[in-house]
């Protein structure tokens, strides 16, 4: 079981930043493709970024290319989404993903592809 936990939300207004972080429960944290989905009220869970075992792949949903930008620091166990230019549509939980990947370059960006979540952080961007 991996736990993973994710720090970094809050209210603020549009046009500003965040920077969420999920951090992993186990030291194991190279052998996982990453990713971020959100969820807002009344709407399913959806992807927003992805990254794979080494960092140096990345994909993007549209409405945040541009703005967002996905990252890990392998050697501190640690992914990140920089948020910048935030918009109130981006008003969500975002939670944090983690699943065994095989290859290298594998990028995920369905949930099923998932296996571990992390427990959600609400981000509120006010008008």
């Known amino acids: 079981q991996v736990l993973l936990v994710e720090s970094g939300g809050g209210l603020v207004q549009a046009g500003d930043s965040l920077r969420l972080a999920c951090a992993p429960s186990?030291?194991?944290?190279?052998?996982?493709?990453m990713g971020w989905f959100r969820q807002a009220p009344g709407r399913e869970r959806e992807f927003v970024a992805a990254?794979?075992?080494?960092?140096?792949?990345?994909d993007y949903t549209d409405s945040v290319k541009g703005r967002f930008t996905i990252s890990r620091d392998n050697a501190k166990n640690t992914m990140y989404l920089q948020m910048n230019s935030l918009e109130p549509e981006d008003t969500a939980v975002y939670f944090c993903?983690?699943?065994?990947?095989?290859?290298?370059?594998?990028?995920?960006?369905?949930?099923?592809?998932?296996?571990?979540w992390g427990q959600g952080t609400q981000v509120t961007v006010s008008s």
């Open positions: 993903a983690a699943g065994t990947a095989r290859l290298y370059r594998t990028i995920y960006i369905t949930p099923h592809e998932y296996t571990y």
């Open positions: 186990r030291p194991t944290f190279i052998e996982y493709a």
């Open positions: 990254i794979n075992r080494g960092g140096d792949r990345t």
